[in-house]
């Protein structure tokens, strides 16, 4: 786990904790503060869609708080919003209804037409197409950058750049690149670097420490963590989030009742975390002596120089693994039929381990060729590894990969617990 960011101040109301308070004990207490309503330990939930006009209010002065229309914000999303700025160590965070959405407003409130967007091939199929359909409707230029340029980053920004984006891990070969330095040539160009760390966290790694300008999240995987809310985040200094905030009268705010599934969440990602750190481990590991699988991606093992920079820049792994099995598609359909435990399910970041295959889930828009030039083969699968016992998915991934074992009838009755 990461140690305790540097805080800054939290808003008005919160109580402040002290500096040395590591992130599990923020994720707790972070957002604490007395209830407006009855004292309650756990933040309320406020279904309001509307709010009385104070006695003082003027349309020309800042009206946060209070709140006057909740889809342009409301008092549920406080908690949630300010434990997730303090783990990312920002200025500012807000929330939106998706991660789609807040990546959408980021690059709507940040683009003009004309812009050069440098952005790494390698990245969620969604985030590509909202790209290239950027690039159509807005006159956005999108550069794309393929794994063999990666390490250049001198070569791909220009001083055309006005914005640089990326994932690390990437999704779905798990590829680790330096943030240091990619935030270091945008700098030199005056470009903005974000970077999209839903696989990470910010429990195993923090962008904006790195030199990123802005972290997104598709709150919906690890933050939310279990496959019951959707939600998006952004996080950066206020200057950015504050141009950000137009495009939350669209509609785009999260709603009251996600907001409150998403801080209860909160509560328990470092606990979620950290096993699904070992388990993935432990999973990748033994994926790879298995005879029918033909190459295992994990964090910082496609190279020396990725190891090297994971290293450096994360403090664990996540709950990603993805492998390609021996005999492509056939193989995989065999495969995904005699899985017991692991469902078969698109997303991620959730408490049950779920397996997906990605051309035909999150890059099925891409065509064959595209695929074949990122390495996402017919035989691909991407593992999100929950937080069951290691051993039991171990021996469930084992049992599906076994050429002969035969289908199954359903899984056994379980024995006495010890």
Do not use: C
Not at 76 to 82: D, G, N, S
Not at 311 to 326: K, N, Y
Not at 376 to 392: F, H, K, Q, T, Y
């Amino acid at each position: 786990m990461t140690e305790a960011p540097k805080q800054r101040p939290p808003p008005a109301g919160f109580d402040r904790l002290p500096e040395w308070t590591g992130p599990a004990t923020r994720l707790i207490h972070g957002a604490r503060r007395a209830d407006r309503n009855a004292g309650a330990v756990v933040p309320p939930l406020y279904t309001s869609t509307t709010y009385r006009f104070p006695p003082e209010f003027s349309p020309a002065e800042p009206h946060e708080p209070p709140y006057l229309y909740a889809r342009e914000g409301h008092p549920t999303a406080e908690p949630p919003t300010e434990i997730i700025r303090q783990l990312e160590g920002g200025e500012a965070a807000r929330l939106f209804g998706s991660g789609m959405g807040a990546l959408a407003a980021t690059f709507q409130s940040l683009l003009r037409p004309g812009d050069e967007v440098v952005a790494f091939a390698d990245i969620y199929g969604g985030t590509r197409s909202l790209l290239s359909e950027l690039g159509g409707a807005s006159g956005i230029r999108v550069k794309w950058v393929y794994p063999e340029a990666a390490r250049f980053p001198h070569e791909a920004v220009g001083e055309a750049t006005r914005l640089v984006f990326l994932e690390s891990p990437t999704n779905p070969l798990l590829s680790v690149h330096d943030l240091g330095a990619w935030a270091s040539e945008a700098d030199s160009v005056g470009a903005l670097l974000v970077v999209d760390n839903t696989f990470a966290t910010p429990l195993n790694q923090r962008p904006l420490a790195l030199g990123a300008d802005l972290v997104v999240h598709s709150a919906t995987k690890y933050l939310g963590g279990h496959s019951d809310l959707m939600a998006g985040a952004v996080i950066g200094p206020q200057r950015l989030l504050d141009r950000i905030d137009a495009h939350r009268a669209l509609g785009s705010v999260l709603d009251p009742w996600s907001a409150y599934l998403l801080n209860r969440s909160l509560k328990t990602l470092a606990l979620r975390v950290a096993r699904q750190n070992e388990n993935a481990r432990a999973i990748a590991h033994a994926l790879r002596v298995h005879r029918s699988v033909a190459r295992v991606y994990y964090p910082g093992w496609n190279s020396a120089e990725e190891e090297t920079i994971a290293a450096r820049q994360m403090t664990g792994r996540g709950g990603m693994v993805s492998f390609d099995l021996r005999g492509g598609a056939e193989a995989v359909r065999r495969f995904l039929h005699r899985l017991r435990f692991v469902e078969v399910a698109s997303s991620l970041g959730g408490v049950e381990s779920l397996v997906s295959v990605p051309r035909e889930t999150s890059h099925r828009r891409l065509d064959a060729a595209e695929r074949a030039r990122l390495g996402i083969g017919d035989g691909l699968v991407r593992l999100s590894v929950g937080i069951e016992e290691a051993a039991d998915l171990i021996r469930d991934l084992n049992e599906a990969l076994e050429p002969h074992s035969g289908d199954r009838a359903g899984p056994p009755v379980p024995g006495p617990v010890e």
